[in-house]
C-alpha cells in the first residue's frame, strides 16, 4: 500500500505517456488534475492485487474518445466519481476498490482522481499493459469477465448505464455512438468483477512500473544520459528508429483518431524512413528505403512507443507534427496478450492488417511487463 504524491505523478504521467503507445489520453492535462487534487487534500492509495478480498468488487475506470478531441474539450473534474456512482446505483453495492483499463496516458490517471474523490483505493494493476483503442481489447473480457453493468458519463454529469448488451463488441459500439453524441468525449466504468477475478486477468503492477519507468527519465533528464537507455533499462525491448517526422496523416472519424505518420532516419538510419500506423494507439511500424513502406519491424500487441529524443518526454498521437525529433521505441507486451484467444482480440488482424504476422519481441526476466 502507498499513497500517491506530487513526485508520484510526475512520474507516472511520463511512464504512462510512453506505455500507452500514443494513446490513452494527453498525460499532461491527467497530471495537472490530480495534482490540483491533491493541492486540495485528496490523497489516493494504492494498493497491490495480493492486498485485495477475493469477494471485493471492483470496477475500472477510464475516458473514452478521440485523443485529438479531448485537447480541446476539458472535463468538468468529477466525470470518474460520477461514472462509479452511477454502477454503484445500478447495482445497489459499493464499489470497494478501482481499477486502470489501460495503463496509458490521462488513463492512468483517472482512476486515481476517481479513487481520490471516492475514498476508495486504487489497484496497482490494469486490464491491458498498455493502452488499445476499442473496450473489447481488454484481458477481463478476453479472460471471460461480462462487460456489463457500464455506466457513461459526460461533463454535464448526463448519465447512462447500460444494464445488459451480448458481448464486449456490441458494447464498443453502443457506447462509441453514445460518446460520439457525448461530444467525442466521455467517462466510462465498467465492468463489476471480483477481487478474484481481478487478481486472475489484471497485468499486475502497471501503476508501480509507470512510475518506475517515468523516474528514469527524469533521472536521465537530469544527468543528461541517453534516453533509450534510461527507458529500456525499465521495460525491456529495443530501439527501432531515431528520425525527424516528416508527414503526419491524422483525422478524427468513428470516435478515433486515425492515421499515419512518417519519420525521416538520422544517424545510423539516414537513409531509411519509417511509417507508423495508428488507431488512438501506434499499431504497426515499418521500416526501410526511403522510397518505399518497408519492412514490418513492430506490431500490436507489442508496444511501439514513440518519445523526444532529447527529453524522453511521450509523444501521443495527437501531438505529432512536422518536424518533432523522434526515439521510436519497441516494449515486449505482456504474456496475457500473446495467447492465441487475446491475438484474435489484440493482434494486428484485428486492426485490419491480415497479412502482418505478430513476431514477439524477446523478453528480458525481470524487466517490464509481466
Same mark, same amino acid.
Given at each position: 500500500?502507498?499513497?500517491?504524491?506530487?513526485?508520484?505523478?510526475?512520474?507516472?504521467a511520463?511512464?504512462?505517456?510512453?506505455?500507452?503507445?500514443?494513446g490513452?489520453?494527453?498525460?499532461?492535462?491527467?497530471?495537472?488534475?490530480?495534482?490540483?487534487?491533491?493541492?486540495?487534500?485528496?490523497?489516493?492509495?494504492?494498493?497491490?492485487?495480493?492486498?485485495?478480498?477475493d469477494?471485493?468488487?471492483?470496477?475500472?475506470v477510464?475516458?473514452?474518445? %478521440?485523443?485529438t478531441?479531448?485537447?480541446?474539450?476539458?472535463?468538468?473534474?468529477?466525470?470518474?466519481k460520477?461514472?462509479?456512482?452511477?454502477?454503484?446505483?445500478?447495482v445497489?453495492?459499493p464499489?470497494?476498490?478501482?481499477?486502470c %483499463?489501460?495503463?496509458?496516458?490521462s488513463n492512468?490517471?483517472?482512476?486515481?482522481?476517481?479513487?481520490?474523490?471516492?475514498?476508495?483505493?486504487?489497484?496497482d494493476a490494469?486490464?491491458m499493459?498498455?493502452?488499445?483503442?476499442?473496450?473489447?481489447?481488454?484481458?477481463?473480457?478476453?479472460g471471460?469477465?461480462?462487460?456489463?453493468p457500464?455506466a457513461?458519463?459526460?461533463?454535464r454529469?448526463?448519465?447512462?448505464?447500460i444494464?445488459?448488451?451480448? /458481448?464486449?463488441?456490441a458494447?464498443?459500439?453502443f457506447?462509441? /455512438?453514445?460518446?460520439?453524441?457525448?461530444?467525442c468525449? %466521455?467517462?466510462l466504468?465498467?465492468?463489476?468483477?471480483?477481487?478474484?477475478?481481478?487478481?486472475?486477468l489484471?497485468?499486475r503492477?502497471t501503476?508501480?512500473?509507470?512510475?518506475?519507468?517515468g523516474a528514469?527519465?527524469?533521472?536521465?533528464?537530469?544527468?543528461k544520459?541517453?534516453?533509450?537507455?534510461?527507458?529500456?533499462?525499465?521495460?525491456?525491448?529495443?530501439?527501432?528508429f531515431v528520425?525527424?517526422?516528416?508527414?503526419?496523416q491524422?483525422?478524427?472519424?468513428?470516435?478515433?483518431a486515425?492515421?499515419?505518420?512518417?519519420?525521416?532516419?538520422?544517424?545510423?538510419?539516414?537513409?531509411e524512413?519509417?511509417?507508423? %500506423?495508428f488507431?488512438?494507439?501506434?499499431?504497426?511500424?515499418?521500416?526501410?528505403?526511403?522510397?518505399?513502406?518497408?519492412?514490418?519491424?513492430?506490431?500490436?500487441p507489442d508496444l511501439?512507443?514513440?518519445?523526444?529524443?532529447?527529453?524522453?518526454?511521450?509523444?501521443?498521437?495527437?501531438?505529432?507534427r512536422?518536424?518533432?525529433?523522434?526515439?521510436?521505441l519497441g516494449?515486449?507486451?505482456?504474456?496475457?496478450l500473446?495467447t492465441a484467444?487475446a491475438?484474435?482480440?489484440?493482434?494486428?488482424?484485428?486492426?485490419?492488417?491480415?497479412?502482418?504476422?505478430?513476431?514477439?519481441?524477446?523478453?528480458?526476466?525481470g524487466?517490464?511487463?509481466?
Amino acid at each position: 500500500m502507498w499513497q500517491i504524491t506530487h513526485d508520484d505523478v510526475e512520474s507516472i504521467a511520463i511512464g504512462a505517456g510512453i506505455l500507452g503507445t500514443g494513446g490513452g489520453g494527453n498525460p499532461y492535462l491527467g497530471k495537472i488534475h490530480m495534482q490540483s487534487l491533491l493541492a486540495e487534500g485528496y490523497i489516493p492509495t494504492v494498493i497491490s492485487l495480493d492486498e485485495l478480498s477475493d469477494t471485493a468488487l471492483v470496477a475500472e475506470v477510464g475516458t473514452m474518445g %478521440a485523443p485529438t478531441v479531448g485537447l480541446e474539450k476539458l472535463p468538468a473534474g468529477e466525470e470518474p466519481k460520477w461514472a462509479i456512482e452511477a454502477l454503484e446505483a445500478y447495482v445497489g453495492k459499493p464499489i470497494d476498490a478501482i481499477i486502470c %483499463a489501460e495503463i496509458g496516458g490521462s488513463n492512468s490517471i483517472q482512476p486515481l482522481v476517481a479513487g481520490a474523490l471516492t475514498g476508495k483505493p486504487v489497484i496497482d494493476a490494469d486490464g491491458m499493459g498498455r493502452a488499445f483503442p476499442e473496450l473489447q481489447m481488454s484481458t477481463y473480457y478476453i479472460g471471460g469477465v461480462p462487460c456489463t453493468p457500464a455506466a457513461l458519463v459526460d461533463e454535464r454529469n448526463n448519465r447512462i448505464v447500460i444494464g445488459t448488451i451480448t /458481448d464486449p463488441y456490441a458494447l464498443e459500439r453502443f457506447a462509441r /455512438d453514445l460518446c460520439v453524441l457525448m461530444g467525442c468525449r %466521455a467517462e466510462l466504468a465498467m465492468p463489476v468483477m471480483t477481487g478474484a477475478q481481478a487478481k486472475q486477468l489484471a497485468v499486475r503492477g502497471t501503476l508501480s512500473l509507470a512510475r518506475q519507468l517515468g523516474a528514469a527519465v527524469r533521472q536521465a533528464r537530469a544527468v543528461k544520459t541517453p534516453m533509450t537507455a534510461a527507458v529500456l533499462g525499465v521495460t525491456g525491448g529495443s530501439e527501432l528508429f531515431v528520425g525527424k517526422l516528416v508527414d503526419v496523416q491524422r483525422r478524427t472519424t468513428g470516435g478515433f483518431a486515425r492515421g499515419e505518420l512518417v519519420a525521416e532516419g538520422v544517424d545510423v538510419y539516414r537513409g531509411e524512413r519509417m511509417h507508423v %500506423a495508428f488507431q488512438n494507439e501506434n499499431l504497426v511500424a515499418w521500416r526501410g528505403a526511403a522510397e518505399q513502406r518497408g519492412a514490418v519491424v513492430a506490431c500490436v500487441p507489442d508496444l511501439i512507443c514513440v518519445i523526444e529524443t532529447e527529453t524522453g518526454e511521450p509523444i501521443t498521437t495527437e501531438q505529432l507534427r512536422y518536424g518533432l525529433r523522434v526515439t521510436i521505441l519497441g516494449i515486449p507486451c505482456s504474456d496475457k496478450l500473446r495467447t492465441a484467444a487475446a491475438l484474435k482480440v489484440v493482434g494486428p488482424g484485428a486492426f485490419g492488417y491480415p497479412d502482418v504476422t505478430f513476431t514477439p519481441m524477446a523478453k528480458v526476466a525481470g524487466l517490464g511487463l509481466e
